[in-house]
């Protein structure tokens, strides 16, 4: 697959912003190659294209699997797996946040949880506090993003295009 200038640079800066949000540049780079591809890929042509191992784009795409953004393809005649990204890119974006949350917040606020009930009520009391501080951030984030999982896509879009639709709202909630 020949790659035009503007598509690498695409999967160049999504390798690098993949590295700063914590995703190897490598599988961030094969996640952008196969989202702007036309058809699926396999992982022969995804290596020559982004001049990469085998097996590291072997791994690659098994991470990428695992977090549910992309899918294997089977075409027929063929025995070679195929791989094109999961849904549009509000769907893929969704899929990621998903991800991480399990991966970093939901952990992160189990730990707080345990720890504020191991916490003895005369224990340090800036401690408690500043936990406790913490965990009702986690806890109002945790249920920001349940309610936001309930809607769909297309709604949250819709909402977000009509301008400043959230700050309309809330005026009907006083501090």
Do not use: C
């Amino acid at each position: 697959m020949e790659l035009t200038p503007v598509a690498q640079k695409f999967i160049v800066h999504w390798g690098e912003m993949g590295e700063k949000w914590g995703i190897n540049r490598t599988i961030a780079q094969i996640h952008g190659l196969l989202y702007l591809s036309p058809k699926p890929l396999n992982a022969e042509e995804i290596s020559e294209t982004l001049s990469l191992a085998r097996s590291t784009v072997s791994v690659g795409l098994r991470e990428l699997e695992g977090w549910g953004i992309i899918r294997v393809i089977q075409l027929l005649g063929e025995r070679t797996d195929y791989f094109e990204v999961k849904g549009d890119a509000y769907e893929m974006f969704r899929f990621i946040v998903d991800y991480r949350k399990r991966r970093e917040v939901d952990p992160t606020l189990h730990m707080l949880r345990e720890s504020m009930a191991q916490l003895e009520a005369d224990e340090d009391s800036h401690t408690r506090e500043k936990m406790q501080s913490m965990l009702d951030l986690f806890e109002v984030s945790d249920s920001l993003y349940q309610q936001a999982q309930k809607i769909s896509t297309k709604t949250i879009v819709r909402v977000a295009k009509t301008g400043d639709i959230l700050t309309k709202i809330l005026k009907f909630f006083p501090d």
